[in-house]
């Protein structure tokens, strides 16, 4: 069975600093992997996928993550953390069969960034 | 705006009551996932509708029941509540066949309230 862990449920850094958000995965097929953002009060916004392509995907907010099957892991960067990045982020797997109809997202925990002045 | 509509936005009702979240999934979307999520369990997959028919199942109580309907709207009925049904519910939906890689678009969730 797929699943997720996001290490850290609090990460705290200050604005101008790198972020870094923890994601490792199992999953027993290549996985479809994913980073989402949660702003207080809204759905979730896809951040970046990994679908077997590069392994470093770039995505929206100048995050990207880095697939290292290796390490089973895809964690979340940011050079430099914003105000606005303050939001809960969560990492998922997905077990969709490449072209099929099937899919849930299996989530991490999720991890809660604050960004400081 | 993901695309995905739900209604209503919030909802407070009583224990032991039973009420209906709607969802209305991106235009050609046919698949149509409902997640709950609260403070305790993150976010729970409860079940996937593809094109009308029920296509998996998570951890979705046996008061809990969702459809979808011909026109790929779906609904999520919850009855007898209790205190611990309080929580966000998602709806989201996805791209099938070919293009599936995965990717579902979420709506901004119906927050329930059982007092």
């Known amino acids: 069975a797929q699943s997720v862990t996001q290490l850290g449920s609090h990460v705290s850094v200050s604005e101008g600093a790198l972020v870094l958000l923890r994601c490792n995965y199992s999953?027993?097929?290549?996985?479809?992997l994913f980073w989402y953002v949660q702003y207080p009060n809204q759905g979730l916004q896809l951040l970046l996928k990994?679908?077997?392509?590069?392994?470093l995907v770039k995505g929206i907010n100048g995050f990207e993550a880095e697939f290292k099957k290796s390490e089973t892991s895809f964690h979340l960067t940011k050079p430099s953390a914003h105000m606005s990045d303050a939001a809960e982020y969560f990492c998922?797997?997905?077990?969709?069969?490449?072209?099929?109809?099937?899919?849930?997202?299996?989530f991490g925990k999720g991890t809660k960034l604050s960004v400081k002045p | 705006d993901s695309g995905v509509t739900q209604t209503p936005k919030h909802l407070i009702t009583a224990t032991g009551q039973r009420v209906t979240l709607r969802c209305s999934p991106r235009?050609?979307?046919?698949?149509v996932y409902w997640y709950q999520q609260s403070l305790d369990q993150g976010l729970q997959f409860l079940i996937q509708?593809?094109?009308?028919?029920?296509?998996a199942k998570g951890n979705i109580l046996e008061r809990f029941s969702a459809q979808q309907f011909p026109d790929l709207h779906s609904e999520l009925n919850l009855s007898s509540l209790e205190l611990g049904d309080s929580a966000l519910y998602f709806c989201?939906?996805?791209?099938?066949?070919?293009?599936?890689?995965?990717?579902?678009?979420f709506g901004e969730g119906s927050r329930l309230t059982v007092l």
């Open positions: 235009s050609g979307d046919l698949s």
């Open positions: 999953s027993s097929v290549p996985p479809y």
């Open positions: 989201a939906s996805s791209v099938v066949g070919g293009l599936n890689t995965g990717e579902l678009f």
């Open positions: 990994y679908t077997s392509a590069a392994t």
């Open positions: 509708y593809y094109n009308g028919e029920e296509r």
């Open positions: 998922a797997v997905s077990d969709a069969i490449r072209g099929g109809s099937q899919g849930n997202l299996i």
